[in-house]
């Protein structure tokens, strides 16, 4: 819908993915084809919208120059990463680490490094890609063991890995996980894949009649604190960055009067 080049190239590379592991799988072979070919459908009613705007943005990927700038990131991240190799610059410090060592001459602050991964190093350094990598080999592999064993479940968890696929490939070009929606269905799409297959051996009844476990309670009192910090940390950036804006309008209009205030 942002009509992004790389996510239409991750929305692809998410089908053909799923579309091999089910046709792998037997049971669901018939209906195989339908379930690769809804993200295809709805590629073609977008760009029955915009298929010109569409067409403007793919042409561009022959263009070398587009990338010059996204190559110059992605090894200003790697040199600052080294840096901060052991323990990591600190999450969300990479607007205030990064410009000592972006080379791509833009007078813009690179607040974002277009490049989930790359940020991750310079934020959180070596223990940061070793939890990341940690992660994406206990999901999938998770995920290949539900999908070699389940049955009632393998249409939820193929359109979880469509989703997974398709968002980890975007990461490389943009950074979508640092908006909080979209942070928060990745996290809730992942716990839900993970938790299905315990799921589905419990009844309606049963499920609702289990009492809260304490960990379950104390991860929510935690989980609650952490969000309403986040929110008054966002609610303090709105504040600071409206009253910078005002800073400039006030500026405009001191440029005009020549100084003079």
Known sequence: LCMSRNGVISLVVGTVVMGALVQQ??????????????????????????????????????????????????????????????????VGTF?????????????????????????????????????????????????????????????????????????ACHSFTDFGQRMPGIAFTSA??????LALPRLTQVTESSYLALPGSHLTKISLGITAGLLVWTVYGSYARYQSESWFAFALAKEGQLVENEWGG
């Not at 587009?66 to 600190?90: F, I, K, P």
């Not at 989930?116 to 080999?137: C, D, K, R």
């Not at 809730?188 to 894949?193: H, N, P, V």
């Open 25 to 90: 799988k037997e049971s669901l072979r018939p209906v195989g084809w339908i379930l690769t070919i809804i993200p295809l459908m709805a590629l073609a009613i977008l760009l029955l919208g915009g298929f010109d705007r569409f067409y403007e943005r793919m042409e561009t990927l022959g263009q070398e120059e587009n990338y010059r700038d996204r190559w110059s990131l992605l090894s200003a991240c790697v040199e600052a990463g080294g840096q901060y190799w052991l323990t990591g610059a600190g």
């Open 188 to 193: 809730t799409l992942c716990a839900l894949a």
């Open 95 to 167: 607007a205030h680490v990064f410009p000592q060592y972006d080379h791509t001459g833009a007078s813009a602050v690179a607040t974002y490094a277009d490049n989930e991964y790359g940020q991750l190093f310079v934020e959180s350094g070596l223990p940061g890609m070793v939890l990341l990598i940690a992660f994406f080999t206990g999901f999938l592999t998770t995920i290949w063991l539900v999908l070699r064993s389940s049955r009632s479940i393998s249409y939820c968890i193929y359109g979880i890995l469509f989703a997974f696929v398709a968002v």
